[in-house]
């Protein structure tokens, strides 16, 4: 079984600056890696995955995150945020078992 | 590309009645996954179906079932609904591969007075 915690469940932050949303996960087996965003009122939207090879993987609005195996950890960041991104994040694992396992959620807050 | 659609996106029951959900998936999709949002447990899998067959199931009650029709089209039911159950159901499509992205729907918010 595969489980996900994110180490931060608030982080405020102002325009322009950057932001690192934290994620562990634990699993036994080889796992595919995902970050998706949830703004209010609506559905997850993905804005990265992993799935093998380069550990950096770049994502949609600037995001990027970087996987490290031997700290079980996929780290989101973006260096610039905007107003826009005041939103939910979650981490989520899966392995071939067809479902994702997610995070608790870090809600950001982006002021002006 | 239309998106995922669910259908209510509102929804308000009482105590014990029952509920059906559902869920078309983008097109040309056919695998369809059910995640229950609450704000004390956060994301939990419900259930996914591929081609009409459950793969795989998570750890909820038997009044929570589910199915899928040859259009890939996905109905949940809940039974002898509890004040627990409200929540906000999101449903995922994909192509059904383990690698690929699954796509959410808006959800539907079922509130049980």
């Known amino acids: 079984a595969q489980s996900v915690t994110q180490l931060d469940s608030q982080v405020p932050v102002f325009e322009e600056a950057p932001v690192e949303l934290r994620c562990n996960y634990s699993?036994?087996?080889?796992?595919?890696l995902f970050w998706y965003v949830q703004y209010p009122n609506q559905g997850l939207q993905l804005l990265l995955k992993?799935?093998?090879?380069?550990?950096l993987v770049k994502g949609i609005n600037g995001f990027e995150a970087e996987f490290n195996k031997s700290q079980t950890s996929f780290h989101l960041r973006k260096p610039s945020v905007h107003i826009s991104d005041t939103a939910e994040y979650f981490c989520?694992?899966?392995?071939?078992?067809?479902?994702?396992?997610f995070g608790a959620g870090t809600t950001v807050t982006v002021r002006a | 590309k239309a998106g995922v659609t669910q259908t209510p996106r509102y929804l308000i029951k009482t105590r014990g009645q029952q509920v059906t959900l559902s869920c078309s998936p983008i097109s040309g999709h056919r695998s369809v996954s059910w995640y229950q949002q609450t704000p004390g447990q956060g994301l939990q899998f419900l259930f996914e179906?591929?081609?009409?067959?459950?793969?795989n199931k998570g750890n909820f009650p038997g009044r929570f079932s589910g199915r899928q029709f040859s259009n890939s089209r996905s109905e949940m039911n809940v039974s002898t609904l509890e004040l627990g159950d409200s929540a906000l159901y999101l449903c995922a499509s994909s192509t059904g591969l383990a690698t690929d992205t699954q796509y959410f729907g808006p959800g539907t918010r079922l509130t049980v007075l």
């Open positions: 179906y591929f081609s009409e067959t459950q793969r």
């Open positions: 989520a694992v899966s392995s071939n078992d067809y479902k994702l396992s």
């Open positions: 699993s036994s087996v080889s796992v595919y």
């Open positions: 992993y799935l093998s090879g380069s550990t």
